[in-house]
């Protein structure tokens, strides 16, 4: 493929991928991504043939190459709970890099009200099972170098994902939610 016309499909997946972080995958159309990236609706076509062969790249090359950069550095860290909280700074990283929290593009995609192929849905569920994977792993390192107490590593990988996609939220209304306060609550959880 021509220089040219690797940054003409860059642009559309760009611009796809900022509409559908912003108004959803549902209400993205390929005449808005079209209109907002200034071609046809036709060249749209030319590069992809649905708008579903567009998510399925996005999710390939935008969002697992993200988690997959994502997980590579965490473990960088030298301490499990050092990764835990690098792993939250990333997610805090990519969702102000998107404007928008990931993890609810994943939401709308998995909700039984989108109508998706299973090629789509197994995409974003493999990304899923990559983070769920990754942080199971740093938990149960922790758990087994005493660095953490004896938990179930799924459990606690679920409430930690989910705690994280909540805390993401917060943070992108505008919520006054301290990082450190955050990683306290988690890592000392309630009980004095």
Same mark, same amino acid.
């Given at each position: =493929? ?46 992809? !043939? ?14 697992? #190459? ?39 593009? #994943? ?7 989108? !109508?998706?192929?299973?090629d789509v849905l197994n995409a ?6 990559? #983070? ?15 660095? /953490? ?5 799924? =459990?606690?990988?679920?409430?930690? =994902? ?9 943070? #992108? ?8 306060? /955050?990683?306290?609550?988690? /890592?000392?959880?309630?009980? =004095?």
């Open positions: =493929m021509s220089d040219k016309k690797a940054r003409k499909r860059d642009l559309i997946l760009d611009t796809a991928f900022e509409l559908i972080l912003e108004n959803g995958y549902s209400n993205t159309k390929i005449i808005d991504i079209a209109k907002k990236a200034g071609i046809g609706k036709g060249t749209v076509y030319e590069y992809f !043939e649905s708008k579903e062969a567009l998510i399925l790249e996005l999710i390939d090359k935008r969002v697992r #190459q993200d988690y997959v950069r994502v997980c590579e550095t965490m473990l960088k860290a030298p301490t499990c709970k050092e990764r835990l909280a690098e792993y939250l700074r990333l997610e805090i990283e990519t969702t102000a890099k998107y404007k928008a929290n990931v993890n609810d593009l #994943q939401s709308e995609l998995t909700s039984s009200n989108t !109508e998706i192929s299973m974003v569920h493999s990304i899923v099972f990559l #983070q769920f994977e990754a942080i199971r792993d740093v938990i149960g390192n922790g758990i087994e170098s005493g660095e /953490f107490r004896r938990v179930d590593p799924y =459990m606690a990988t679920a409430c930690f =994902m989910g705690s994280i996609s909540f805390y993401l939220s917060l943070l #992108q209304k505008g919520m006054p939610c301290a990082e450190d306060s /955050f990683l306290d609550c988690i /890592f000392r959880g309630l009980i =004095m």
